[in-house]
């Protein structure tokens, strides 16, 4: 290959790897990175695929009692005496059999004495989890409310979200064995998606909420930290609401309810009124009860104890495997495919990766569901225009090539028909005209290099001209002549008849040209054969260069005839086939000839040039 033709290929080479690594580079570092923006899609995503697939089969494990409006109408207004909240516990762990009750609820100050001191005797011995708020957001002064407990030493393996205040239970409530954290963090656009399992404040660390229930139950958190770490754990939300049993408080102190509903179950009491407050946003629902979100976060937490779900995993390394991978993938085919089907393959691509990644997040996969679509996006925007554009630039030097071979109105028609199988090899019927200078070698012996250059292009000057006002195919240059052909890539009916008006423009123009040449050149002599046949025509070049050519009988026996025409007193041959094409011209028989190189005798035919005559 050669440097000129090297030279386009490799900066289009450059241009496609470099636009793939700009690719990679974006995916990955929106991966790393995390910015505002796209982790607003990843997560717009999530969501629509935690509301998709969450899973509404019955939860059994858990259950709400609800303190809910219709509750407070029946019961009484908010807060309630501490012996009604009592009488709700001791009902849901004696008559209900409950195997946690967890109170949703924060009572930072004194009650009624006897209530206050039988919850407190409930949270020392019996499964009673309370919960107390540490708080994240710097104020001033800091929170610091009742009597904040339930805090282990901390762990200086493990870096957990740092409090700056809380609002904890008073200080009847410090024998308590089992106490929660249910402050939380919501992300940048409100939504609740995680919460910080493990809080350190003064260093000590104190477990969330739905942690501390297991711990309560007897299982090990410490086991469970390790899976899950002790910072923000994404709450998967793998059940819908639709699938927690919610009962309302009123019923449980009503004794309206079946003992037996929520037997064996941890119980959460909490509150879904609107004049209690207690209302933030999920995936699941823009506005829903904050106790539904430590329902979710235990029901997650039993799966993962019970090995049903799997623990959280960055999934970077298969991200970065694939990236690299289906980048690499696009641009190859990119560079091979039409526009619109490299497009297509990007939509594949990306939607495959779509199922791959929704299918990892719900298995607890915290890669960014959106690195590589935009990664995607950057090839469709570029990476396809870039192909688009050199398939135009290639467009284009196939046009300038072919210029060179067919006339400028053949040349219009092509690109009319948008060039449709103009190229594409093909059998056609063509008429073929070879001309020659006579004695080449012989007259540019005695001639200068500058002077046997300056005849060569003056005469193929003076046969070029012609071919291509009269629509010819310019098929070669063969160093003195040239070889031309009618018939392709455009139909031609009278080609024969053309061939021949042009065969005879071109020897007066040479005559011209002999008596107008500069003084010390020698008169040049052309020789000239026409033969029409079927042949093989179109771009029958290699990977290497390109050559628009017909191939077939006929244009050997045409060049015999251009030899023949040596011993003829006329210029012109005219073969068989061409003669019996001929509407316009009347011909005579110049004899027969053998063609050179056969056993083969044919009858050709010529024109007088100074005197022919169009035949109407």
Not at 20 to 47: N, Q, S, T, Y
Not at 496 to 507: G, K, P, Y
Not at 541 to 554: E, I, K, W
């Amino acid at each position: 290959m050669s440097a000129e033709s090297s030279s386009p290929w490799q900066s289009a080479l450059l241009v496609r790897v470099l636009i793939v690594l700009a690719a990679c580079l974006c995916a990955v570092a929106l991966e790393w990175m995390r910015p505002p923006l796209p982790e607003r899609f990843d997560e717009g995503i999530r969501d629509f695929a935690l509301r998709l697939l969450a899973d509404d089969a019955p939860e059994e494990r858990i259950a709400v009692v609800d303190i809910d409006d219709e509750t407070i109408r029946n019961v009484g207004p908010w807060p309630w005496e501490r012996g009604v909240l009592a009488d709700l516990v001791e009902l849901l762990l004696g008559e209900h059999g409950a195997r946690t009750v967890v109170l949703d609820v924060v009572l930072p100050e004194s009650g009624e004495r006897v209530g206050d001191a039988r919850l407190a005797s409930m949270a020392s011995h019996a499964p009673l989890v309370l919960s107390q708020i540490l708080d994240y957001s710097p104020r001033v002064p800091a929170l610091s409310l009742g009597v904040l407990r339930g805090g282990i030493p901390a762990d200086p393996a493990v870096a957990p979200r740092e409090a700056v205040g809380f609002i904890a239970n008073h200080a009847g409530f410090s024998e308590a064995r089992c106490i929660g954290n249910i402050g939380y963090i919501p992300d940048a656009d409100g939504l609740l998606r995680r919460l910080p399992l493990l809080t350190r404040f003064q260093d000590r660390d104190y477990r969330h909420l739905a942690m501390n229930v297991l711990a309560c139950a007897g299982a090990a958190p410490a086991t469970l930290l390790a899976q899950v770490g002790g910072g923000q754990w994404r709450i998967p939300y793998h059940k819908s609401l639709d699938a927690y049993t919610v009962v309302p408080a009123d019923a449980i102190l009503a004794r309206r309810l079946d003992a037996d509903l929520l037997r064996g179950r941890h119980v959460f009491v909490g509150s879904s009124s609107l004049g209690l407050g207690d209302r933030v946003s999920t995936p699941l629902a823009p506005l829903s009860a904050g106790v539904m979100v430590h329902a979710a976060s235990l029901s997650a937490l039993l799966d993962l104890e019970a090995g049903e779900l799997s623990p959280p995993w960055s999934g970077r390394g298969f991200l970065l495997a694939w990236i690299v991978a289906t980048m690499a993938l696009a641009g190859f085919f990119i560079a091979r495919l039409r526009a619109w089907a490299g497009a297509l393959a990007l939509v594949v691509l990306a939607l495959l990766w779509l199922a791959i990644a929704l299918y990892g997040a719900r298995h607890q996969a915290e890669w960014s569901i959106t690195a590589p679509l935009w990664g995607y996006l950057l090839l469709l925007l570029f990476g396809v225009p870039h192909e688009l554009w050199l398939s135009q630039k290639k467009t284009q030097r196939a046009i300038a090539t072919l210029s060179h071979y067919v006339s400028r109105q053949v040349l219009d028609e092509i690109l009319r028909a948008n060039l449709h199988h103009s190229l594409r090899p093909t059998l056609r019927e063509v008429t073929v005209l070879i001309a020659d200078i006579e004695g080449y070698t012989r007259l540019t012996s005695s001639l200068s290099l500058e002077d046997a250059a300056r005849l060569t292009k003056d005469i193929l000057e003076c046969l070029t001209q012609p071919l291509l006002a009269a629509g010819g195919t310019l098929d070669r240059y063969s160093g003195d002549g040239l070889v031309a052909f009618w018939g392709a890539p455009l139909d031609c009916p009278e080609q024969a008849d053309i061939a021949v008006e042009t065969a005879l423009a071109m020897l007066r123009r040479v005559e011209v040209y002999n008596r107008e040449s500069p003084a010390g050149l020698p008169a040049v002599r052309v020789r000239i054969g026409i033969e029409s046949g079927r042949a093989l025509v179109g771009d029958l070049g290699t990977t290497f260069r390109s050559t628009y050519t017909a191939v077939g009988d006929c244009i050997n026996f045409t060049s015999r005839l251009e030899y023949a025409a040596r011993d003829q007193p006329t210029p012109l041959l005219i073969g068989p086939e061409a003669n019996g094409k001929l509407k316009r011209f009347r011909t005579h028989c110049a004899g027969t000839i053998q063609l050179r190189g056969t056993e083969t005798s044919i009858e050709v035919f010529s024109i007088d040039a100074g005197n022919a005559v169009a035949a109407r």
